[in-house]
T-cell receptor
Framework: AQSVTQPDIHITVSEGASLELRCNYS??????LFWYVQSPGQGLQLLLK??????LVQGIKGFEAEFKRSQSSFNLRKPSVHWSDAAEYFC???????????FGTGTSLTVIP | DGGITQSPKYLFRKEGQNVTLSCEQN?????MYWYRQDPGQGLRLIYY???????QKGDIAEGYSVSREKKESFPLTVTSAQKNPTAFYLC????????????FGNGTRLTVT
């Protein structure tokens, strides 16, 4: 069965520091991978997605993610975190050819000045 | 701008009452979804619909019902049979193509006392 694991429930970083949020998935073939961000009381906003090609994908707000097939990972990175990046981050797998999405349990990011 | 509108933002009901959450989209998407979000549990799929007049149960459909009479609308009814209805509910839609991402509304927070 498909599944997504985000091993870090909560991460705290200083403003200006680099960030890496981990995501591991379980799926038999190459999945479609997504990262979303959620501010408190809001819906989820798409940061970036991967489905083929270059394994390093760029997204909005300066985020990037790298797909590593050998590690079944799709980690999210940002070189320099801003206070406005404090939010909940969700990794998701879309399993082709159907319409099911599977979400991780999320990582809450706190940014300290 | 195209998007997904969920209403109301906050909803309060007494235990034993049914309540309907509204979801409307103008993205011309065929597929629509309802997720429930609880702290620390990520997003759990309640129901989804890939086409008008058709829908499927997700992982936690018990105590919920939906209808899909129009492409633009996918209302969710939380019935009195749902044992723990207090939660944040998110509606989403998705375009054609297996690699299309989910687009989310801003959610409805339901509190049942």
């Amino acid at each position: 069965a498909q599944s997504v694991t985000q091993p870090d429930i909560h991460i705290t970083v200083s403003e200006g520091a680099s960030l890496e949020l981990r995501c591991n998935y379980s799926y038999g073939a190459t999945p479609y991978l997504f990262w979303y961000v959620q501010s408190p009381g809001q819906g989820l906003q798409l940061l970036l997605k991967y489905f083929s090609g270059d394994t390093l994908v760029q997204g909005i707000k300066g985020f990037e993610a790298e797909f590593k097939r050998s590690q079944s990972s799709f980690n999210l990175r940002k070189p320099s975190v801003h206070w406005s990046d404090a939010a909940e981050y969700f990794c998701a797998v879309g399993a082709p050819p159907g319409n099911q999405f599977y979400f991780g349990t999320g990582t809450s990011l706190t940014v300290i000045p | 701008d195209g998007g997904i509108t969920q209403s109301p933002k906050y909803l309060f009901r007494k235990e034993g009452q049914n309540v309907t959450l509204s979801c409307e989209q103008n993205l011309n998407h065929d597929a629509m979804y309802w997720y429930r979000q609880d702290p620390g549990q990520g997003l759990r799929l309640i129901y989804y619909s890939q086409i008008v007049n058709d829908f499927q149960k997700g992982d936690i459909a018990e105590g919920y019902s939906v209808s899909r009479e129009k492409k633009e609308s996918f209302p969710l009814t939380v019935t009195s049979a749902q044992k723990n209805p207090t939660a944040f509910y998110l509606c989403a839609s998705r375009g054609q193509g297996a690699n299309s991402p989910l687009h989310f509304g801003n959610g409805t927070r339901l509190t049942v006392t």
